[in-house]
């Protein structure tokens, strides 16, 4: 059984600071990573998508790496703004399996 | 390009009653999936649909029931509800019958049982 943990499961910054959230999954032999976004009571957005191939995805200020060995995954915001309040979730996918193993979420507050 | 859309997006259900929810998955998706989402936790698999067929199920019992139709639309069906099946229910949707290209979910529907 895949176990997804998320740590810190809470997170406060001011304005500008770089974010740093950790994603770590027990089974190794992921497919690929997801990492969503979740406002209050909203669906999910998709973030990014690692394939188990690849070491890391970027799309604008957001990077996130896959170290699949050691089973951790991390997402890097950078030069963060008061809109990027939310609840981020990463969400494992293991191979042969159909159903993503999701983390509960680190909630962070960005400071005006 | 419309994503996943689910309907409705608010439901308030007595306990013992029944509830469908709905969900269209996004366009040149064929896969559906359905996650429950408890305040405060991360989504929990409930079954995947693919070909009409259900391909795999989480651990939910058996009053959790779904359907998928030939343009892909699904239907979650939940009998005798009880007050834990309070939830935000979330579907998810991918193409090709995999996840080489991730899921995309739509915005729920936040189920209360009073």
């Known amino acids: 059984k895949q176990e997804v943990t998320q740590i810190p499961a809470a997170l406060s910054v001011p304005e500008g600071e770089n974010l740093v959230l950790n994603c770590s999954f027990t089974?190794?032999?992921?497919?690929?990573l997801q990492w969503f976004r979740q406002d209050p009571g909203k669906g999910l957005t998709s973030l990014l998508l690692i394939q188990s191939s690849q070491r890391e995805q970027t799309s604008g200020r957001l990077n996130a790496s896959l170290d699949k060995s050691s089973g951790r995954s991390t997402l890097y915001i950078a030069a963060s703004q008061p809109g990027d309040s939310a609840t981020y979730l990463c969400a494992a996918l293991r191979s042969n399996d159909y159903k993503l193993s999701f983390g509960a979420g680190t909630t962070v507050t960005v400071r005006a | 390009d419309a994503g996943v859309t689910q309907s409705p997006t608010h439901l308030i259900k007595t306990r013992g009653q029944q509830v469908t929810l709905r969900c269209s998955p996004k366009s040149g998706h064929d896969t559906v999936s359905w996650y429950q989402q408890a305040l405060g936790q991360g989504p929990q698999f409930i079954f995947q649909y693919y070909e009409e067929e259900e391909r795999q199920r989480g651990n939910f019992p058996d009053r959790f029931s779904g359907h998928q139709y030939p343009n892909y639309s699904s239907e979650l069906n939940v009998n005798a509800l009880l007050l834990g099946d309070s939830a935000l229910y979330l579907c998810a949707s991918s193409p090709s019958g995999t996840g080489d290209y991730g899921y995309t979910f739509g915005s729920g529907t936040r189920l209360t049982v009073v």
């Open positions: 089974d190794s032999a992921i497919y690929n």
